[in-house]
């Protein structure tokens, strides 16, 4: 058995988990903020449904260079629009990680300033984990 072969059915029931959560999102709250200093609700759920589109340059790269200066988040106008996204980036996730070898979870993987220096490097299955599967359960 394979690191991926017990990584994507975690992935599949914490998606089906986090779906039901992002299809309880009301569009009637969506700019709701419990502190001023939070994100909307409708930015975090965005967020939430973004994340999962980091799977394919985790998986088809070594590194991610993370400019803020350019960086604009993805922000759906409402539900519809959010689960749509959600559910593109999680089919599009799972395609990304079935097959993978163990020697390409291994891989040492690394996010970058753009000026080179790096915030974070770990093998890439561990970016997996912490980076996606475990910064979604955080939110």
Known sequence: MTIMDTMLPEYEQEMAV?????????DALWD????????TMGALASHIAESH??????????????????????VAANRE?????????VAEAKGAMKGATDAHLGVM?????PD????????RGSVLRCFVLNHTIHH
Request: proline share 8%.
């Open 18 to 26: 986090t779906r039901k959560t992002l299809e309880c999102v009301p």
């Open 32 to 39: 709701y903020k419990p502190h001023p200093k939070s994100m």
């Open 53 to 74: 589109g980091w799977v394919m340059g985790t998986m088809q790269s070594d590194e991610w260079v993370m400019d803020m200066a350019t960086y604009k988040p993805f």
């Open 81 to 89: 629009e959010l689960l749509k996204a959600f559910d593109a980036n």
């Open 109 to 113: 993987w690394s996010m970058k300033n």
């Open 116 to 123: 080179g220096s790096i915030m974070f490097a770990m093998p």
